[in-house]
């Protein structure tokens, strides 16, 4: 069992940066392949960003691909999103999700999720 708590986020004109921080109690991350969802309203959850239990391997949704960084501090057994140059259309609730089938984008192959934390992009 691991329990996922997100944080960091919050209003931001288009343009600017947020970091997004997933804490992990229960197991340890370095367990897990873990990964961001968000849903805006009116849509489906959809993958953001993934990375593998060990860490080397990372996937990106093309909406963030070279704006979006995820990162995993085992240490601290925390997970990162780091979302820099955001838009309007990244606004939505950000979910953090773990489970053990790889780095996938498939929503049901993670069985572990947080709360969620918004995310507001002002134009």
């Known amino acids: 069992q691991v329990q996922l708590v997100e944080s960091g986020g919050g209003l931001v004109q288009a343009g600017g940066s947020l970091r997004l921080s997933c804490a992990a109690s229960g197991r340890t991350v370095f367990m897990y392949d873990m990964a961001w969802f968000r849903q805006a309203p009116g849509k489906e959850r959809e993958f953001v960003a993934g990375?593998?239990?060990?860490?080397?391997?990372?996937d990106y949704a093309d909406s963030g691909q070279g704006r979006f960084t995820i990162s995993k501090d085992n240490a601290k057994n925390t997970v990162y999103l780091q979302m820099n140059t955001l838009k309007p259309e990244d606004t939505a609730v950000y979910y953090c999700a773990a489970g053990s089938s790889g780095v996938v984008v498939i929503r049901s192959s993670y069985g572990y999720w947080g709360q969620g934390t918004q995310v507001t992009v002002s134009s």
């Open positions: 990375i593998s239990w060990g860490g080397g391997t990372t």
